[in-house]
Structure formats: structure tokens, C-alpha cells
């Protein structure tokens, strides 16, 4: 049954990680980064802005996926 429970969980994960690496914008610098266009307001506070919070969800998410796949590949249920 825990076994079942866990499943679940890691699919829901993998869709919910799926959804939020596609949702992110793509990390290409461009000609900003050589104008240091980069130490703006938006580049300084990029963690509160909805694309810092993205980032830091997948992360959370990605550690979740690596561990319960882990716990799953080691047949203990």
C-alpha cells in the first residue's frame, strides 16, 4: 500500500517537474551580458521575482524526484 502511495507521488512530481522546467525561460545572456545589462534591479533581485520562485521549486522538486526514486529502486516494500 505505501509502495502504491509513493508511486503516485513520484508521478505527480515528475509531471509537476516536467510543467515547471517548460514553464522557465531559457538562460541565453545575449548582448545584455556583456553591457552588464545583468546588475539591474531585475538581475539583483531575480529570487523574488515569479522566475526565481520557478527555479527554486524545481530545485525542491528535482531533490524529491532524486530521493524517492532512490527509495523505490530499493525494494524494501
Do not use: D, H, P
Not at 507521488?9 to 553591457?35: D, N, P, R, W, Y
Request: charged letters at 15%.
Amino acid at each position: 500500500m505505501i509502495k502504491i502511495i509513493i508511486q503516485i507521488v513520484f508521478i505527480i512530481i515528475c509531471i509537476a517537474l516536467t510543467a515547471l522546467v517548460l514553464l522557465q525561460e531559457g538562460k541565453q545572456a545575449g548582448l545584455g551580458a556583456i553591457s552588464g545589462a545583468a546588475e539591474t534591479y531585475w538581475g539583483k533581485n531575480k529570487g523574488r521575482s515569479m522566475e526565481g520562485k520557478l527555479v527554486k521549486i524545481t530545485k525542491w522538486l528535482a531533490i524529491l524526484f532524486m530521493v524517492l526514486s532512490i527509495v523505490l529502486n530499493l525494494n524494501i516494500f
